[in-house]
């Protein structure tokens, strides 16, 4: 199986701050990689699939970048709607491993 | 619209066997494109992928829990059937279905609401 690690694990952030979120994979995955935001209580949200493409309706302060092991998720501009945890997942092969999360909250 | 819900159990005894079924609208199980994921989450814990299927009946599973699993599907009911057998406290988790689109790198870009399962005698 591809193991999924994230950095940093947690983070505090002001409004309008740039925030970046690392996820490495194990083996090479080409750009099969999706970020997630999930808020309290809710389902996870498809923000990036392909590593870098935004999916339909999400805000462009959100981008993704990387392919084979390295990948990150960034928000150019924090808003007070992105306090959240973000996933990054795998889907090169099954099974499609999620990453930990990365908690964002509020400095 | 596309949607998704769960729906099954809410507590589960040590041993039984869970059944979780996911109701889906908007997209047809046929569509050659779409599968339906299942994915759980403890409380205050990472998401874990369970299973997947698509139109084709192609299925895979979690390397960690594959002996327990079956996946299934009713494409006239618009279905897609999860069970887990012997089930343990540690199995208690929120449980979400999602539609997975194998046309641009799997993403799965529609959930459901989730479905809180508590394990306990």
């Known amino acids: 199986d591809i193991q999924m690690t994230q950095s940093p694990s947690s983070l505090s952030a002001s409004v309008g701050d740039r925030v970046t979120i690392t996820c490495r994979a194990s083996q090479s995955i080409s750009s099969y990689l999706n970020w997630y935001q999930q808020k309290p209580g809710k389902a996870p949200k498809l923000l990036i699939y392909?590593?870098?493409s935004l999916q339909s309706g999400v805000p462009s302060r959100f981008s993704g970048s990387g392919s084979g092991t390295d990948f990150t998720l960034t928000i150019s501009s924090l808003q007070p709607e992105d306090f959240a945890t973000y996933h990054c997942q795998e889907s090169y092969s099954t099974p499609f491993t999620f990453g930990p999360g990365t908690k964002v909250d509020i400095k | 619209q596309v949607t998704l819900k769960e729906s099954g159990p809410v507590l589960v005894k040590p041993t039984e066997t869970l059944t979780l079924t996911c109701t889906v609208s908007?997209?047809?199980?046929?569509?050659?494109?779409?599968?339906v994921s299942w994915i759980r989450q403890p409380p205050g814990k990472a998401l874990e992928w369970l299973a997947h299927?698509?139109?084709?009946?192609?299925?895979s599973y979690s390397t960690s829990l594959k002996s327990r699993l079956t996946i299934s599907k009713d494409t006239s009911k618009s279905q897609v059937v999860l069970t887990m057998t012997n089930m343990d406290p540690v199995d208690t988790a929120t449980y979400y279905c999602a539609r997975t689109d194998s046309g641009s790198y799997y993403p799965s870009d529609y959930w459901g609401q989730g479905t809180l399962v508590t394990v306990s005698s």
């Open positions: 299927i698509f139109s084709n009946d192609e299925k």
């Open positions: 392909a590593a870098s």
């Open positions: 908007g997209f047809s199980l046929s569509n050659p494109r779409m599968g």
